[in-house]
């Protein structure tokens, strides 16, 4: 069983930024992927950004650029830095992770089997 638990989230003006950490324990193959994820009220899950143990990355089209994703693996921790936030970002924010490879799995929520309980981002104008 693997367990996630994001921290970081929190309330900030517009143009301002967080850093989400996930941290991983239980079993943790030696390989993995790691996403964020992103749901606003009313709205499906989106995708944010994966990242894989080799420290290889994915993004959101349209996120990319004002977030970043990385890791530490021996922590087994995935981060997510917010800069220039926007009242749209405003979500709770999911970590995820999947023994199955990045590449396969994508942004693709449906795929992804360990979930934390999120950490809610708040922007405001």
């Known amino acids: 069983q693997v367990q996630l638990v994001e921290s970081g989230g929190g309330s900030v003006q517009a143009g301002g930024s967080l850093r989400l950490s996930c941290a991983a324990s239980g079993y943790i193959p030696s390989s993995y992927c790691m996403g964020w994820f992103r749901q606003a009220p009313g709205k499906e899950r989106e995708g944010v950004a994966t990242?894989?143990?080799?420290?290889?990355?994915r993004y959101s089209d349209s996120l990319k650029g004002r977030f970043t994703i990385s890791g530490d693996n021996a922590k087994i921790t995935a981060y997510l830095q917010l800069n220039s936030l926007k009242p749209e970002d405003t979500a709770m924010y999911y970590c995820a992770t999947d023994y199955r490879d990045c590449g396969w799995l994508s942004l693709e929520a449906s795929r992804f089997k360990y979930w934390g309980q999120g950490t809610q981002v708040t922007v405001s104008s």
């Open positions: 990242i894989d143990d080799d420290g290889n990355t």
